[in-house]
């Protein structure tokens, strides 16, 4: 099926413009605007004005390249990026679908390899116009030159992203080394462990050291820790269990020449709250409770449900796995048709979906029913 494209890419709320660099879409959320303009201001205003505004952009543009560093070797495997999305606290790269656990390792190596290598090419490129590598200039923290702080700063970017722990890229090379042995999951539970641990060894140690943005990093690491288990808990719930065995089996639909006073009834008399409208076999659209509320309240009870349907409705394949129909279902208003071809064999709605996960946490998977196999 090919609505996951175009359907899925919805920017990130809150990025303001967007750009295109080597193909990929990068945007930049407002905090990090409002973020890079305060610091670029503070630089102009401090002794060495133009060289910390300087320094404040080159490291902001380091972190779009290992971004793009992510999204060229994903690339390489054939997953596209929806977008690079710019926070304060560094990029995130939204890939189009997950890597498997070896793709996942060299996709993840490679931010932090683009700025080992940006730091390795300043340091050469001052050591080749002096004679000699000059390491004070890059270690000495107030008295290095510009190339040598920047050379730090991407050293200090590598090294902090290869902490092996979620949600840094060294947590998903921990990851997906694990997966080779113990599973996605388990190898997932131990990398979100040793995100919670850190994040919470980095804000204890800020505290007492007085470092408060440690802390509000640490914070950060916290919340994308837990964001990465619970996606992932959700990941195990649905992978490889087809719509089909989520799907509403017993469902009513209307014909289209059907008046919205008969569908009106229907609502009433049923519990169901998305009507597919058809012509004999053939499904011409959806009607929801939402649209047909407010055809009954513009023209009233006796226009037809044909003029009032969306015709633009989500349809999913039985055999698509429930990890990548859930995205699109999100996007629905109330319900997903499932369709074999031409043929309706069920509804996937919002609250029958919640219902499978629940049952399916508690191990009680509900018995996949038959589907005829065509053809
Ligand atoms: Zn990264």
Redesign the pocket.
């Known amino acids: 099926m090919d609505q996951r494209k175009g359907r899925n890419d919805t920017p990130t709320p809150g990025s303001l413009f967007s750009i295109s660099l080597l193909g990929v879409p990068v945007r930049f959320h407002f905090t990090f605007v409002l973020l890079a303009v305060f610091l670029v201001a503070i630089g102009l205003e401090g002794p060495s004005g133009a060289e910390a505004a300087i320094y404040v952009l080159a490291l902001f543009s380091c972190i779009l390249m ?2 793009l ?2 999204a060229l070797v994903a690339r390489h495997y054939g997953i596209g990026t929806h977008e690079i999305v710019l926070f304060p606290i ?2 995130v ?1 939204r890939l189009e679908r997950n890597p498997k656990p070896r793709e996942e390792l060299w996709i ?1 190596l490679a ?2 390899m683009v700025n080992l290598a940006i730091a390795a090419a300043l340091i050469g490129g001052a050591a080749a116009m002096s004679g000699s590598v000059d390491w004070n200039s890059v270690f000495a923290r107030k008295s290095g030159s510009l190339m040598g702080q920047i050379a730090a700063g991407n050293l200090l970017l590598a090294l902090f ?1 290869l902490l092996p722990a979620f949600p ?2 060294g947590g998903r090379i921990l990851r997906s080394m694990l997966a080779l042995r113990m599973g996605e999951d388990n190898a997932t539970a131990v990398a979100a462990r040793a995100g919670r641990a850190l994040a919470i060894l980095m804000g204890l140690f800020g505290l007492i050291s007085g470092n408060f943005l440690l802390v509000f990093v640490a914070f950060f690491v916290y919340l994308g820790a837990a964001q990465e288990s619970a996606a992932v808990l959700g990941r195990s719930l649905t992978q490889g269990i087809p719509v089909s065995a989520a799907m509403v089996t017993d469902f009513r639909t209307l014909a289209h020449g059907d008046s919205i006073r008969d569908a009106a009834n229907l609502l009433l008399a049923t519990s169901q709250q998305d009507f597919p409208v058809v012509h004999g076999d053939q499904v011409l659209g959806l009607l929801g409770r939402s649209t047909l509320l407010r055809a009954m309240a513009q023209h009233g009870p006796d226009g037809y449900v044909s003029g009032a349907m969306d015709r633009d409705f989500t349809t999913l394949a039985p055999a698509m796995d429930l990890s990548e129909a859930i995205p699109l279902l999100a996007e629905t208003t109330g319900c997903a048709l499932v369709m074999d071809q031409d043929r309706l064999l069920g509804l996937l709605t919002k609250e029958n979906l919640a219902e499978f996960l629940m049952l399916r946490r508690l191990g009680m998977e509900k018995p996949k029913p038959q589907i005829a196999k065509v053809g």
């Open positions: 290992h971004e560093g992510h560094g990029g790269a993840a931010g932090p992203n840094m890229d």
